[in-house]
């Protein structure tokens, strides 16, 4: 089976910390020179200073950008593509504040739709030339089961979510005659600050302790736990590989069978 990544360039974005930060991880193990992406350049450095360099004459950078502002974030990546073009994005972006569908203000949804989908088209045009060129393209989305069985109170992020997840599908068949897959991996309950996050609002909200709420939510899995980054970020990884592909326009849950849809 062939996971060498060796001589790809991959850019991963929201690589700071959990999935993403993982995901890096994993892509240099495989021999990826990896550029990590997000807003805080001081803790993307220490990410590039730890990622793996075993394969030899591996380049590893950063790029702090903010997916909010699309017209920079294009630039400074087709500022990176001139001399290093990409061939594996993995389109990662922290999800929206929790709340009802019904209760959330319309700019929310606005401001969602421009981070996840529009930060993701920009994205993609700016690495689309050097995937083409190169006969080798890897898209990944980092999205969330919500796309099959929507969560409560993550009304705006169930709904954005939905929209990358139908542009992924889109572009899978678009893009394939080119060498170029795209997929998108759905985590569930991983053991990143966004679940923290909205367990401590679970319990602000319920009255309960967060033990509480964690238990909870554990018993929803039949794994019996919830899962570690480096879990999500192997079955990304993959999706990344010359093995795979022939693997084009899936939706992998990731999330130790919680989910109940096929």
């Given at each position: 089976?062939?996971l060498?990544?060796?001589?790809?360039?991959?850019?991963?974005?929201?690589?700071?910390?959990?999935?993403?930060?993982?995901?890096?991880?994993?892509?240099?193990?495989?021999?990826?020179?990896?550029?990590?992406?997000?807003?805080?350049?001081?803790?993307?450095?220490?990410?590039?200073?730890?990622?793996?360099?075993?394969?030899?004459?591996?380049?590893?950078?950063?790029?702090?950008?903010?997916?909010?502002?699309?017209?920079?974030?294009?630039?400074?990546?087709?500022?990176?593509?001139?001399?290093a073009?990409?061939?594996?994005?993995?389109?990662?972006?922290?999800?929206?504040?929790?709340?009802?569908?019904?209760d959330?203000?319309?700019?929310?949804?606005?401001?969602?739709?421009?981070?996840?989908?529009?930060?993701?088209?920009?994205?993609?045009q700016?690495?689309?030339?050097?995937?083409?060129?190169?006969?080798?393209?890897?898209?990944?989305?980092?999205i969330?089961?919500?796309?099959?069985?929507?969560?409560?109170?993550?009304?705006?992020?169930?709904?954005?979510?939905?929209?990358?997840?139908?542009?992924?599908?889109?572009?899978?068949?678009?893009?394939?005659?080119?060498?170029?897959?795209?997929?998108?991996?759905l985590?569930?309950?991983?053991?990143?600050?966004?679940?923290?996050?909205?367990?401590?609002?679970?319990?602000?909200r319920?009255?309960?302790?967060?033990?509480?709420?964690?238990?909870?939510?554990?018993?929803?899995?039949?794994?019996?736990?919830?899962?570690?980054?480096?879990e999500?970020?192997?079955?990304?990884?993959?999706?990344?590989?010359?093995?795979?592909?022939?693997?084009n326009?899936?939706?992998l849950?990731?999330?130790?069978?919680?989910?109940?849809?096929?």
């Amino acid at each position: 089976m062939d996971l060498d990544l060796t001589g790809k360039h991959a850019l991963v974005c929201g690589a700071s910390e959990g999935i993403g930060r993982a995901t890096a991880m994993e892509l240099a193990a495989l021999g990826a020179d990896v550029t990590v992406l997000a807003r805080r350049e001081a803790v993307l450095q220490d990410v590039v200073n730890a990622l793996p360099r075993s394969h030899g004459g591996q380049r590893h950078g950063l790029v702090a950008a903010d997916m909010d502002a699309t017209a920079t974030l294009a630039a400074q990546v087709q500022a990176l593509v001139i001399d290093a073009p990409v061939h594996i994005l993995i389109n990662n972006t922290a999800g929206p504040p929790a709340g009802t569908a019904a209760d959330a203000d319309p700019a929310a949804f606005t401001a969602a739709f421009q981070r996840h989908l529009i930060g993701g088209q920009t994205l993609l045009q700016a690495v689309l030339p050097g995937m083409r060129e190169s006969g080798y393209g890897r898209l990944v989305n980092v999205i969330s089961t919500s796309v099959r069985e929507p969560i409560a109170n993550l009304g705006v992020s169930n709904t954005v979510r939905g929209a990358v997840a139908s542009w992924a599908k889109t572009l899978a068949g678009e893009l394939a005659g080119d060498g170029i897959t795209v997929n998108s991996v759905l985590p569930g309950f991983t053991e990143t600050g966004r679940l923290a996050s909205l367990i401590a609002g679970n319990a602000q909200r319920s009255g309960r302790s967060q033990d509480e709420v964690a238990a909870g939510m554990r018993a929803l899995v039949p794994a019996g736990r919830f899962g570690q980054p480096g879990e999500v970020a192997a079955a990304i990884a993959f999706l990344c590989t010359p093995a795979a592909a022939y693997i084009n326009g899936v939706v992998l849950a990731v999330d130790g069978g919680r989910t109940r849809a096929l």
